[in-house]
């Protein structure tokens, strides 16, 4: 099938190169140059697993690029994967998404046969028919039902395992109204499904795939949250937290995933998702409580971590290390890190703050450009009165002798993952 993406970012551009791997031939649109010319030469403008190589085979040949909106012409169906970021009040950010839509409906004006268009971005329930559709619809003089349809395909990926949750999925949830852009979806992820036989296909309305993806990311995020309560309490009773969590994972009901305690989520997604299906809620007059306590309890988490600290450390004029500065580990990605809250409240408390990353400082120093910034741990540890260990990385979980070069050897553990030892003071957060 021949499919145009909107958007070469982290979605648009992973989504392309594995629709060409299962055998589509696929045009990406974005508007940045250097993208495009980056897809163009067989490279990946974003760090994932696995994408390089995809791109580089495909890349000239069922993979190509371009900022020209007119590529969609000798398309079937167009995949909208653009930002949908948060207003200051919570809300989505649909302006890109208006953005990309008017453009698309004036192309769509030029073009002689039935089209579909998907929304792929995560938006909340009615933005398609509602918002995205009416656009199209003014834009290219046509109506929708007839000769175009809308549909809707969320994304479950997750950052450092993109290529591998694309193409190996749990589910792929495809909302359309019509047989007609029903029968196209299917066309589009059959030879997909093929390769992953044990994926569940979900076929419902527009507006249900749109709430699914954020029923899903909202379930994920008050589900970390929940084990974190969980897990304070497990603190305050001195119970040993881990052997709680593996207990009620062995419950089918419950998963043995998704249960890492600690400091709490943040990312490009789930913070942004539950705020904007927590204000969409408001919009309708319904109090959204679980997930306005999985917001507290999750906001908490890093104020609690500040706590344990200053048990044992005064932070005023303190050099503290802070170790982990991405949002998870296996990413540079920073947005929403949980190193973001902690060093600004370190800071105000007066705080020398040195951070350190294994791969996302430049991120960082582009929020923070003052902070002082270690090129490895164990120099991050020379000299410091206190450790705050926010990512689960691999190597954080390895030290050892590092700690015995700080001036005082407190180290608050945020993702519970350092072997507790003789000789220096340790303390978890959970
Ligand atoms: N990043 C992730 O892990 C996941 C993201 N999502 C959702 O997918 C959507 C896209 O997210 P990302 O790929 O992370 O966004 P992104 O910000 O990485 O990429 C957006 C791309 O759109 C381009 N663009 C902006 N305006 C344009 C226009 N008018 N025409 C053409 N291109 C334009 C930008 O240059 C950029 O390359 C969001 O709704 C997000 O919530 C869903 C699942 C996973
Ligand atoms: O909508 C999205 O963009 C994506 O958001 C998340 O993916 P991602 O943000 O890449 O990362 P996760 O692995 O889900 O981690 C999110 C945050 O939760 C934290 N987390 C995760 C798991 C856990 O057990 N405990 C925990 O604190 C991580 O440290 C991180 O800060 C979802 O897992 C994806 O399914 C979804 O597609």
Same mark, same amino acid.
């Given at each position: 099938?021949e499919i145009?993406?909107?958007?070469?970012g982290?979605v648009?551009t992973?989504?392309?190169?594995?629709f060409?791997d299962v055998?589509?031939?696929?045009?990406n649109?974005?508007?940045?140059?250097?993208?495009v010319?980056? =897809?163009?030469s067989g490279n990946?403008?974003?760090h994932?697993?696995?994408?390089d190589?995809?791109?580089?085979?495909h890349?000239?040949?069922? #993979?190509?690029?371009?900022?020209?909106?007119d590529?969609i012409?000798?398309t079937d169906v167009?995949f909208?994967?653009?930002?949908?970021?948060?207003?200051?009040?919570g809300?989505?950010?649909?302006?890109?998404?208006?953005?990309?839509?008017?453009?698309?409906?004036?192309t769509?004006?030029?073009?002689?046969?039935?089209? =579909?268009v998907?929304?792929k971005?995560?938006?909340?329930?009615?933005?398609?028919?509602?918002?995205?559709?009416p656009?199209l619809?003014?834009h290219?003089?046509?109506t929708v039902?007839?000769?175009?349809?809308?549909?809707?395909?969320?994304?479950f990926?997750?950052?450092?395992s993109?290529v591998?949750?694309?193409?190996?999925?749990?589910k792929?949830?495809l909302g359309?109204?019509?047989?007609r852009?029903?029968?196209?979806l299917r066309g589009?992820?059959?030879?997909l499904l093929?390769?992953?036989?044990?994926? +569940?296909?979900?076929?419902?309305?527009?507006?249900?795939a749109?709430?699914?993806?954020?029923?899903?990311?909202?379930? =994920?995020?008050?589900k970390?949250? #929940?084990v974190?309560?969980?897990?304070?309490?497990?603190?305050e009773y001195?119970?040993?937290?881990?052997?709680?969590l593996?207990?009620? *994972?062995l419950?089918?009901?419950i998963?043995s995933?998704?249960?890492g305690?600690?400091?709490?989520w943040?990312? +490009?997604?789930?913070?942004?998702d539950?705020?904007a299906?927590?204000?969409a809620?408001?919009?309708?007059g319904?109090?959204?409580?679980?997930?306005?306590?999985?917001?507290?309890?999750?906001?908490?988490?890093?104020?609690r971590?500040l706590?344990?600290?200053?048990?044992?450390?005064?932070?005023?004029?303190a050099?503290i290390a802070v =170790?982990? #500065?991405?949002?998870?580990? *296996?990413?540079?990605?920073?947005?929403?890190s949980?190193a973001i809250? #902690?060093i600004?409240a370190?800071?105000?408390a007066?705080?020398?703050?040195v *951070?350190?990353?294994?791969?996302?400082?430049?991120?960082f120093?582009?929020?923070?450009?003052?902070?002082?910034?270690a090129?490895?741990a164990?120099?991050a540890?020379d000299?410091?009165?206190a450790a705050?260990?926010?990512?689960?990385?691999?190597e954080?979980?390895?030290l050892d002798?590092?700690?015995?070069?700080?001036?005082?050897a407190?180290?608050?553990?945020?993702r519970?993952?350092?072997?507790r030892?003789?000789?220096?003071?340790y303390?978890?957060?959970?």
């Amino acid at each position: 099938m021949e499919i145009s993406i909107i958007g070469s970012g982290y979605v648009g551009t992973t989504i392309a190169a594995c629709f060409a791997d299962v055998g589509h031939n696929v045009v990406n649109v974005d508007i940045d140059e250097e993208i495009v010319e980056t =897809l163009n030469s067989g490279n990946s403008p974003i760090h994932e697993p696995s994408l390089d190589e995809r791109i580089e085979e495909h890349a000239g040949d069922r #993979l190509r690029a371009t900022t020209d909106y007119d590529a969609i012409l000798d398309t079937d169906v167009t995949f909208l994967a653009l930002s949908t970021p948060s207003t200051d009040d919570g809300h989505i950010d649909l302006s890109v998404m208006e953005a990309g839509a008017k453009s698309l409906g004036a192309t769509l004006a030029e073009k002689d046969d039935y089209h =579909l268009v998907v929304t792929k971005s995560t938006v909340v329930p009615t933005t398609t028919e509602e918002v995205i559709a009416p656009i199209l619809e003014e834009h290219s003089g046509k109506t929708v039902g007839e000769d175009f349809d809308v549909g809707m395909n969320p994304e479950f990926l997750r950052e450092g395992s993109a290529v591998d949750d694309f193409l190996d999925p749990d589910k792929v949830v495809l909302g359309s109204h019509t047989d007609r852009a029903a029968e196209r979806l299917r066309g589009v992820f059959d030879p997909l499904l093929e390769r992953a036989p044990d994926a +569940s296909l979900v076929e419902t309305g527009i507006r249900e795939a749109e709430m699914i993806k954020y029923a899903n990311n909202a379930f =994920l995020a008050a589900k970390i949250s #929940l084990v974190n309560d969980l897990a304070n309490i497990c603190k305050e009773y001195e119970v040993d937290t881990d052997e709680v969590l593996d207990a009620i *994972g062995l419950d089918s009901r419950i998963g043995s995933e998704f249960l890492g305690a600690g400091v709490g989520w943040g990312g +490009s997604c789930f913070p942004k998702d539950v705020a904007a299906i927590v204000a969409a809620a408001r919009d309708v007059g319904y109090e959204p409580a679980m997930l306005d306590a999985a917001v507290e309890v999750n906001d908490n988490q890093p104020v609690r971590m500040l706590d344990i600290l200053r048990d044992h450390a005064d932070p005023d004029g303190a050099r503290i290390a802070v =170790l982990g #500065l991405a949002f998870k580990p *296996g990413t540079d990605d920073v947005r929403n890190s949980r190193a973001i809250p #902690l060093i600004d409240a370190l800071l105000d408390a007066g705080a020398d703050v040195v *951070g350190y990353d294994p791969v996302a400082t430049e991120n960082f120093r582009d929020k923070f450009p003052d902070l002082d910034y270690a090129d490895s741990a164990e120099s991050a540890l020379d000299g410091a009165d206190a450790a705050l260990v926010v990512t689960d990385w691999d190597e954080f979980a390895a030290l050892d002798d590092e700690f015995d070069a700080m001036a005082d050897a407190v180290v608050v553990d945020g993702r519970n993952i350092v072997t507790r030892r003789e000789g220096i003071v340790y303390e978890s957060l959970v």
